[in-house]
């Protein structure tokens, strides 16, 4: 599957927006991923790209797109099309 399949389902994702979150995000973030069901994703909006994250999600049976806004934003959504590890 790719973007271009489930593009129209962004609006109903839960937003994470981390921009100059102190504490470390990445728990909360897959606690809630872990608990979407296939056909659910997360948008994230952070300052940098979260290339880490993709694997990871991956794992999870996850797929991404990303969208530079500016040099300090970038959106990221992340769909589940089946479960992973």
């Known amino acids: 599957m790719s973007y271009e399949n489930w593009k129209d389902r962004i609006s109903t994702f839960e937003v994470m ?5 102190k504490m470390d995000f990445f728990p909360a ?8 069901k296939n ?4 948008h994230i909006i952070q300052t ?15 797929e991404h ?3 530079k806004v500016s040099s300090s934003e970038y959106h ?5 099309v089946r479960k992973g590890e």
């Open 76 to 80: 990221v959504w992340f769909y589940r």
């Open 48 to 62: 940098f790209e979260p290339v880490p994250l993709y694997p990871v999600l991956a794992l999870m049976g996850f």
């Open 17 to 21: 927006d981390v921009r100059g979150k």
């Open 65 to 67: 797109h990303t969208e």
């Open 29 to 36: 973030l897959k606690a809630k991923a872990a608990a979407l």
């Open 39 to 42: 056909g659910e994703g997360l």
